[in-house]
């Protein structure tokens, strides 16, 4: 189902009696697409996209290439986060048994609307469904066991 938005553009996806509904944000309430409004202080949230895969470029930011003193890559290098790994607004964020270094770090993410293969570059950009903020969060009392895999 394609999201329901506000004027302002802001969409939603939030958890009602157990199901997955889209809606738009007007002042202090969620309008669902079937007009149904729920108080937004009281809404359980979904993470905004619900995607069949996500993918994760390493070493983006500088600060964090300093910090691990790595090197950057001379090309991007990728790795893969379980969907799993998603979280909505205001839900509690789990951490393994026995973890106590939990790094985050801002980002953004790019959902990806349309199917791309073989895309010339220029095209790309018209294949984006939109952009989100991202919480990118890692346990990483367990990054020297994971080798390189980022999975935590």
Known sequence: MLPICSPSGRCVRVEVDG??????ID???IVLS???RIEEAT???LAPASPSK???????????VREYDARTPPEPSYFM?????LNGHRRPVLMAKGSRFLNYEGE????????????PIDRVLHHVGGYTCANDI???????????????
């Open 19 to 24: 199901d997955e509904r889209w809606g738009g």
């Open 27 to 29: 002042g202090d309430e």
């Open 34 to 36: 079937d007009g149904v």
């Open 43 to 45: 809404a359980s949230y």
């Open 54 to 64: 996500i993918l994760a470029v390493h070493l983006t930011y500088g600060s964090r």
């Open 81 to 85: 986060k379980p969907t799993t790994s």
């Open 108 to 119: 953004l993410a790019v959902i990806v609307g349309e199917r791309m293969k073989g895309v």
């Open 138 to 152: 890692g346990m990483h009392d367990f990054r020297h066991a994971d080798r390189g895999a980022m999975l935590g």
